[in-house]
Each structure stands twice: as C-alpha cells, then as structure tokens.
C-alpha cells in the first residue's frame, strides 16, 4: 500500500507553462484526504516552490534543493545540509571570475548574480560579506545559455570530492555537498515517518531524481524524461502536458477504494 507520494515539480507535477493545473491539484487534495502524505520533491527552494503550491490551493511537505532540505507544509525546517564553506567559496570565487551567473540558495534567502532570470531572488552580495557572516548556503545553482561554457565547467566540478553535481535542464548545474541528493533525503523522510520504501512512490522526469528512482522501488518515469530516467524506472507514463502524474495518482487512488 502506497503511504508516501514523492513527485518532482519542473516536467512533472508542472504542466508547459510551469503551473499546476487544477486536475493536478485536486489530485493532490483527493490523496492527501485518503492519507497520503505528498512531498514535493524539487531542485527549488521554499520560497519559489511554495509560492506556486500555495497559488494552486494545495499544502504539499518539501524536499528542497535536490535534498539539501525538508521542511513541513507550513515551512519549519526538519533536515538541513549545507556546503562546506570553503567550498562553497572557491566554486564562487571561481564562477566570478569566470563570469557565469549563478543563484545561491542559503539560510537567510537567496541571491542572485541575475535577479532579472531569478525574480524571487536578491542581489548577490560581495562575496565576503557571505562569509564573514558565516551564511550557510545549501545550493549553488549555474546558469547560461552557452551551453560548451557550461560543459566544461561541469567537466572541472567533477574534479572535486566535496560536492554533489547534477542538473535539472541543459541550461544549468546544480551543486550540493557531497552527502545530498533526492534519494537520500526521501530516505530519511520516510524513516521519519515510519514507511518503508515499499510504501513510497516517486514520479519524476530528469536526472535529478535518478537516485530516487534508484532507492524505491516503485517510480513513474515521465513520457518527457530523460532516456537514463525511463531505463530504470518501473513504469514509464504520459508526458507532463498530460496531466499523467495526475491521472496515475487517480488510478491508485481507484484501487485503493475498492
């Protein structure tokens, strides 16, 4: 029996215009009334996610930033990793002097060298004033649209041991420490809770939510995710635009009423 729901946002719980529909949300709403619980598991940070979770009138708990946080529907904080500060430093530094823009998503807000491509962050302070304030920062998030510079940025990241690197689209990369991922930190929610993995189903659609699919047993790939995604998963269904996270929700909610 099905206890936990974990579904990505962006390619899947989102449709095209990375909203949730209203079939989505009363999915949501019919599940959570049958006992399920609903994480929404992102690369996002609270605030963003929340906003578009509130805006459809569903209260969903969050794995945030690819797994560096868990927090409740109402925001308190469960689980936390941050990145090493003198880590988290240098990939700065270097992202600086390289002139990439980037977001940082830390325990006081985030910032952003684009807040123009990052509306609901901050500008980007000097980069002492982070860590002389000893700022904890759970996320490096690279973006651009030069896609060889990227590459090989991501090509130098791997170098390092510290660091967890993944991406959610081709325009960007993720970074985290080391210890966080989505499958890891669904790990320690289910134990929180009490569920067994078998109890847990995750939906997803990029290479973000690999280890998930890797840890738990049962997964739905979506028709837009990526091949490595769909290889592994142990069911492949429609495309996001389709509402088919939605549709295969309704589906086991059926069952479990009969």
Request: net charge negative; charged share 30%; aromatic share 6%.
């Amino acid at each position: 029996m099905i206890r936990l729901i974990a579904s990505d946002l962006d390619g899947t719980l989102l449709n095209e215009e990375s909203m949730l529909s209203e079939k989505t949300a009363e999915c949501i709403r019919t599940a959570q009334q049958a006992g399920i619980l609903w994480v929404a598991a992102t690369g996002r940070s609270l605030r963003t996610a929340s906003e578009l979770m509130r805006t459809a009138g569903v209260s969903p708990e969050y794995l945030l930033l690819n797994g560096a946080e868990f927090r409740k529907s109402d925001g308190t904080l469960i689980f936390q990793k941050s990145i090493e500060a003198s880590c988290a430093q240098e990939i700065i530094q270097m992202l600086m002097e390289k002139k990439l823009d980037f977001e940082i998503n830390t325990s006081v807000g985030d910032f952003s060298t684009d807040c123009e491509f990052c509306d609901t962050a901050r500008p980007m302070p000097a980069v002492e004033k982070i860590f002389d304030a000893q700022i904890k920062i759970q996320k490096i998030f690279i973006f651009s649209e030069e896609q060889n510079k990227l590459k090989n940025i991501k090509e130098f990241l791997k170098k390092r041991q510290d660091i967890t690197i993944t991406s959610s689209a081709a325009w960007n990369i993720e970074i985290t420490d080391r210890q966080v991922n989505k499958g890891t930190m669904l790990e320690q929610i289910a134990e929180y809770y009490g569920y067994s993995k078998e109890e847990v189903l995750v939906f997803g659609d990029g290479k973000n939510d690999i280890l998930m699919f890797e840890k738990f047993p049962h997964s739905r790939a979506m028709g837009n995710a990526v091949e490595s995604l769909k290889k592994i998963a142990e069911k492949v269904i429609e495309s996001n635009k389709d509402d088919a996270a939605a549709q295969e929700v309704c589906r086991l909610l059926q069952h479990l009423s009969l």
